[in-house]
Structure formats: C-alpha cells, structure tokens
C-alpha cells in the first residue's frame, strides 16, 4: 500500500479538496484504511479521513485552523517515523495570504522543525518523502467590489462567478460595498452565495462541500477550467492521480 | 437538587438561548452537574449542557433538528422515569412555523406517546411535572423586502433591526430582494448579518452566540426590550427564575 498525506489548515477546506478528489480521482472514503495509521490523538491534528483508490490511501488532516499548520506541519512528520509504510508524499495546502512563496515557507517551517529540506523540482525532499507544497488563492480575479483576498473564499468567488449564481447578484453586491462602504471579502461572497441558493444548513463549510458536488455533477466543464485557473490540477495530480 | 429540563429543536437555538439563561438567569455551565444524569446515549437527544444556580440543576437539550423534536421529547420522558430527582418543570420550545397553537401541539405530541397530559394555567401537567411549551418566533415585524417566518432567526432579524446592524444595509436588502426576485427570508437577514458584522466563523450559530452576547454586554436595555416583546421572559421567568 503507498501512503500518501494531505495536510489542510481547516474544516473548510476539507470540504473543498474532500469532493474533488473523490469525484475526480475517483479515490473512495474507507475507516478500515484509517485503523492502520499510527496517529496519536494529537491535539495537534484533527481526525484523518481515509481515501483508498487501488493500492494508493490518501489520508486527508487539517490543523484546526491557520494559525496551528506549522505545529501540525511538524506533529505529521513525528508522526510519520511511526509508520510501517512511510508515505511517499505529503501533500501541504495554505491559504496565500501575503506570502510570496509557498515552497520557501514550507523549507523554513521543517528547518525550525530540525528537518533539513532539499529542494528538488519545486518539491521537497524530506528523508525520502516528497513534501508537495500549495498555495490556495493564487488566481487573477477582478471585480470592482471585491477584495481579491489570496484565500480559499476567493476560489469559491471565483466558481460562484463562472456559474450564473454570483453574476444575478452584481447590483446587490455593488449597494452592499456602498452601505458598508468597504469593498465585500470573499468570505462575505460566501454569504451572499448561501443567500443565492437559499442554503438553511448552519455551516459554511458545508455549503461549500453541496456547491462543489453539484458542480461537478452538472457543469463538470466548468470544474475543469477552474481546476486550470486556480493551479489545483497540477497540485491533485502529484498527490492523488 | 430541583431538575428542570429545557428541551429545543437545534444546535442554533440552544446558542440562543444559552447566553440568555446564563447572563440574565445568573446559571453557570456545571459538567459535574450532567455526571448524575441519567440519559442513554440516545440518538434521539443531544449531550446535555447543565446550569446551575443554587439548589437548581437546568440541563439544557437539543433534539439534533425540527424534524426529530417529537420523538426526542418522548424520549426525554423515558428518561425522566430514570431520574433520581425527578424534574419538576419541562420546558420545550420550537419554531412556530405554521403551527397555530403550540400548547395543543405539545399535548398531541405527549398523547401520541402513550401520556395522558392535563392542561392547567396554559401548561401541561404530566404525573405531576409541568410542561412549558413555547412558539419561537410569534412577533410582529413589518418590513417590506422580508418575509416575516416565524422561526428563530426572526427574533435575531428583530434584535438586528433594534441594533444599528441591519438598518444601514436597507439599500441592500431592497436591492437583494429585487435581484432575487422573492422577499428575503429571516434566515437569509443572518447571513446579511454575518457580512456587517465581518463574521469569520464557520458556523452561523456561533455568530448567533456573538451577537447575543455583545448586545447582553453593551446594549442590555435593548435585550430587555427584547425579551418582552418576543414573550420570552415569561417563559425564561418560568423555567430559569
């Protein structure tokens, strides 16, 4: 069995990866491929999902949030010495936020983790493991009330936009900039986008997953394109093709 | 130890009402409070939150959903068979939607359970415990662009409205409303909410939590106020005095 991680910074974006993978590359949730792992309860990262596809498990953490990634970056590779097959990837995705380049934060977060990274290919090399670093946010997007936040709402943005949910909706989102005279965020996209599809459930993340899975179920085209635009095929094709 | 139960529909509304018993009624979360309890691990109900005040034990419980509000409050009174205390007040309150007489509905629930409930003073009296029901939602609210459902996030529309929030956004919610071309719901004002107040959680109970919360703190008169018009200080007067 080759051992692949996916290490996410909440439960937002597993929402997001979560479906694509499965639909995508066809990988399937199974608890059995979990019972193996060698993770202690740390409060470090969340509980891991399992996805199987032939003799490949991809196992998908997040760290509780933004701001604990780098101790959950650490607490995956304490971990990882624990393993009877020591993964071949570890895949690392973040919001871009303000930082320039993902692949030299990735480098400093294991160097004051005591590792010492080697850069090979965009990659790192990691005792053997290949640590596949991704920068979420990284797409054009121009509009005139909107704040292009470097975030995975801006993605979302980005999808709601290309399909006809988000474009009904350009007057009100132009009065709203006015009234709170501020340009709107992506997050606050997000909202208006629970609005447009008349979404009761109590959390966003969750409005995400249904957004995706139906897109993908109706408008796959469209899917593809953003798999393109936002640099994410590249991404899921190193750790789940 | 008095026992008094408060049974709800939802996660969303024990956020409602948690701040209010716990800040207005002076009760402190107790888990100590909860060990003596004797519920299953029922499917039917929810982990229990337990506030004490004195000599009183309130434990506070939420039927996962509208939809399993019946079934959770029979399960509530085989429970309360296995009490050592047995509880001497019941509360119970759900959404009015288009129910017109929450007491009749209260009492149809317990006789198709097998009970033979006595009405008294506008409550239910069950081998001596007395039932309160209550219909969230039953306020007058005229605004044209809303549709005035009579459910939880009605109250919190008011609250928004009495506070600055909403009304700086009545430009965006006529403008929404045209887009969408049907009123906004109670439901859809939270997420309008969610973007004035820059809420970044995930879920939208939380923001229900945080804005109760900052009104109890900063605006308490406007609570009060509230309370009254809403009818929930007779029936928080009821359960948490």
């Known amino acids: 069995m080759e051992v692949r991680l996916l290490l996410l910074e909440g439960r937002t974006d597993v929402s997001f990866f979560l479906p694509l993978i499965k639909e995508f590359y066809r990988f399937r949730e199974s608890n059995a491929g979990c019972e193996i792992l060698p993770f202690s309860k740390d ?3 969340s ?3 399992c996805l199987i596809k032939y003799k490949t ?3 998908i953490l997040h760290a509780n949030g933004k701001d604990n990634l780098k101790k959950a970056l650490k607490a995956v590779f304490r971990a990882v010495e624990r393993f009877e097959d020591r993964p071949t990837i570890i895949g690392v995705a973040r919001d871009v936020d303000t930082e320039e380049n993902i692949l030299n934060w990735a480098k400093s977060t294991l160097q004051a983790g005591g590792f010492e990274p080697e850069v090979k290919n965009g990659y790192l090399l990691v005792n053997g493991i290949t ?3 991704f920068g979420i946010g ?3 997007f121009d509009a005139k009330d909107i704040e292009p936040k470097k975030e995975l709402e801006l993605l979302m943005t980005l999808l709601a936009k290309k399909e006809s949910n988000l474009s ?3 007057n009100s989102i132009s009065q709203l ?3 709170l005279e501020r340009k709107l965020t992506p997050k606050d996209v997000m909202h208006l986008l629970a609005i447009a599809r008349n979404y009761k459930g109590d959390s966003m993340s969750g409005l995400y997953r249904n957004f995706i899975e139906k897109l993908i179920r109706e408008n796959r085209g469209l899917i ?3 798999l393109d635009e936002s640099g994410l095929r590249t991404f899921l094709e190193t750790i789940a093709r």
Chains 1, 2 share one sequence.
């Open 43 to 45: 409060k470090e990262l």
């Open 47 to 49: 509980r891991p999902i």
């Open 57 to 59: 498990l991809l196992v």
């Open 131 to 133: 640590i596949v670093p």
């Open 138 to 140: 990284d797409v054009t």
């Open 168 to 170: 009904r909706l350009e």
């Open 177 to 179: 900039s006015k009234d």
């Open 224 to 226: 593809e394109e953003f």
